[in-house]
């Protein structure tokens, strides 16, 4: 059922016409698309694409693609440089 027509449905077995929590109309999905960049592991050299969470001056936030994995870098010279469990990961956050 769609919009205005599932509402109504909902409704009328318990109080006829009462206005409720949710939009009468429809629905609409905003999407949203984050911006991407890559961390490298400095010791192995392997990189990873990550979705940008934060990104300022002086920091970097980023999750691991496809992974719960958050990393915060901080700048450092024209780079960000971070850790996560004793591995240091760099990026330039382009």
Not at 53 to 70: H, Q
């Amino acid at each position: 059922m769609y919009g205005p027509l599932a509402q109504s449905v909902e409704q009328f077995p318990f109080k006829e016409w009462v206005a409720g929590s949710n939009p009468a109309g429809l629905t609409t999905k905003l999407l949203y698309s984050m911006q991407k960049t890559f961390i490298k592991n400095i010791e192995t050299g392997v990189e990873k694409k990550c979705d940008i969470l934060r990104k300022n001056e002086n920091f970097l936030e980023v999750v691991i693609e496809n992974t719960t994995i958050k990393i915060l870098l901080k700048k450092k010279n024209n780079q960000y440089i971070g850790k996560f469990k004793n591995m240091e990961f760099i990026s330039r956050g382009e």
